[in-house]
């Protein structure tokens, strides 16, 4: 009997030593991690001279990111219908819609995509940038100021075979739209090239309503 009871016990306390460490151990519903709940990606197509490209960039992209940055991602494609030419020596020569002038600018651009690692200072830059884009590094000098961007290094990039590279790169990834990209800007939510026209003027609404998880108070506040 008494062999019994000491085999009870130790069976008792064994439980117990296991419900304690799996109480204080095991996540507690309030500190569980919020399910992942993939944030809306926005990819924008663009070049950097199209003045419907400019409009969406500042008006829409800047302005939506800086209101949802907590539930959307954003991806920055500068190239547009241009077109490009392997050179002989390696590195690449760029047709664009509005000019070389345009060319540049998208090089500029895609070599600040690589070099300014902060996501939010990215399109502040890139939207500072765009508004006047004819002289690609004036005003890249100027933004870079202003939003406390390292610019020698997206410099030395624009005017090296690594520019060239980077923006043959946003080239491939225009051309492998599909659909094809017809317009500029084009802009892909998830993916997708539905509701394009909302998508270029009203992209606040349309990031609240595919994201699937709690909406933040701003999301309500713009459906009033």
């Known amino acids: 009997m008494i062999s019994f009871n000491n085999h009870a016990v130790k069976y008792v306390l064994i439980c117990a030593c ?3 460490i799996i109480w ?3 996540p507690k519903p309030s500190s569980l991690p919020k399910d992942n709940i993939p944030k809306v990606e926005v990819s924008a197509y663009y070049e950097v001279l199209c003045p419907d ?7 829409e992209l800047q302005t939506t990111y800086s209101k949802l940055s907590s539930i959307m991602n954003f991806h920055l494609i500068p190239y547009g219908k241009a077109s490009s030419f392997a050179k002989s020596e390696g590195g690449y020569e760029f047709n664009c819609q509005h ?10 651009h895609a070599c600040s995509i690589k070099y300014v690692q902060s996501k939010s200072v990215l399109l502040d830059f890139v939207a500072c940038m765009i508004k006047d884009n004819r002289d690609a590094i004036k005003i890249g000098k ?4 202003e939003y406390s961007v390292d610019w020698q290094p997206i410099e030395r ?6 520019g060239e590279n980077l923006l043959y790169e946003e080239g491939e990834k ?10 500029v800007p084009t802009v892909e939510l998830d993916k997708s090239q539905s509701n394009q026209r909302s998508l270029l003027h009203d992209l606040a609404i349309q990031v609240c309503k595919h994201y699937t998880g709690p909406l933040p108070s701003v999301c309500t506040e713009l459906n009033h």
């Open 99 to 108: 000019g070389q002038e345009e060319c540049f600018g998208n090089m500029v």
């Open 18 to 20: 296991a419900i304690f």
């Open 174 to 183: 225009t051309h492998n739209l599909s659909p094809r990209l017809r317009f």
């Open 24 to 26: 204080n151990f095991y």
């Open 142 to 145: 100027s933004c870079a100021k």
């Open 53 to 59: 490209s400019i409009r969406f960039v500042r008006n």
């Open 157 to 162: 990039c624009a005017h090296s075979i690594e």
